[in-house]
C-alpha cells in the first residue's frame, strides 16, 4: 500500500515554462521502477495494459491520432519515440502531458511525467493541486502494476481509505513544491490546498 516511504520516493517540481504563446505552469514527478524500461513502456502504452492501472482507453493510437480515457479525458497524441518518449494533449488542446523513460542509474527505470498548461488555466503555481496529486496517485498504482501487486479497479482503488491517506500526503508534499516556486501567492496556495482535498481526500483519515 501508498506510504510515507512512497511519498518520499517521488521528486516533486512546480515552476513556470514557455508554453507556447504565453507563460505556463509546469508540474513534474520523477519516479523510479525496478521494472525495465521496455516493461514500463508496455504499461504506459497498451490499451490492456492502462486498463488495469489507469483507465481503459480508445482510439486512434498513433502519432497525430486521438484518445478518450473512459470517464476522463481525451486528446491528441502528439509525438512518440518508442520506449523512451510520449507526448499528448490532455483534455485540451493547450493541456499537454509528456511521460519520458530513461534507464535508471544503478539499474530499472526511471519515468520523469510532466504537465504543462497555460498560466491563464492554471491561475498560478497553486493550479499544480489540482491534477499533480491525480498523477502521483497513478504513478503509484503503475508500480503496483508493475509488481504484480496490483488487483483492484483502478477508480475504486483510488477512493479507498488508504490511498485517501495517500493523496493527502500527496497534497502537503505538493504544497511544499508549490511554495519552494514561489509562483503563487499564501491565499492562492491555500485555497487550492482546500479545493485539493475536498476532490482527492475528502474522507482521509
Known amino acids: 500500500m501508498a506510504s510515507e516511504i512512497q511519498i518520499n520516493e517521488t521528486q516533486r517540481t512546480v ?5 507556447g504563446g504565453e507563460p505556463a ?3 513534474r514527478l520523477v519516479h523510479h521502477y525496478a521494472a525495465l524500461p521496455e516493461a514500463v513502456w508496455a504499461a504506459l502504452t497498451e490499451p490492456a495494459a492502462l486498463a488495469r492501472w489507469f483507465l481503459p482507453v480508445t482510439g486512434d493510437l498513433q502519432v497525430g491520432g486521438t484518445f478518450q480515457f473512459e470517464g476522463n479525458a481525451g486528446g491528441e497524441i502528439l509525438a512518440c519515440v518508442p520506449g523512451r518518449v510520449v ?4 483534455g485540451g488542446p493547450t493541456s499537454v502531458v509528456v511521460a519520458r523513460l530513461d534507464p535508471g542509474v544503478s ?21 499544480a493541486l ?12 503503475l508500480g503496483l502494476f508493475l509488481a504484480g501487486d496490483f488487483v483492484d479497479n483502478p477508480v475504486t482503488w483510488q477512493a479507498s481509505p488508504g490511498m485517501q491517506r495517500f493523496a493527502r500526503l500527496s497534497i502537503d508534499a505538493w504544497a511544499a513544491a508549490v511554495e519552494r516556486s514561489e509562483t503563487a501567492s499564501a491565499i492562492e496556495l491555500s485555497a487550492a490546498v482546500a479545493a485539493s482535498i475536498a476532490q482527492f481526500a475528502p474522507d482521509a483519515p
Open 25 to 27: 505552469v509546469q508540474v
Open 130 to 141: 489540482y491534477v499533480a496529486p491525480a498523477w502521483e496517485m497513478s504513478v503509484v498504482g
Open 107 to 127: 539499474g530499472g527505470s526511471t519515468l520523469t511525467f510532466e504537465h504543462t498548461v497555460p498560466l491563464s488555466m492554471a491561475g498560478s503555481g497553486a493550479g
Open 15 to 19: 515552476a513556470m515554462a514557455p508554453g
Open 87 to 90: 507526448r499528448v494533449t490532455y
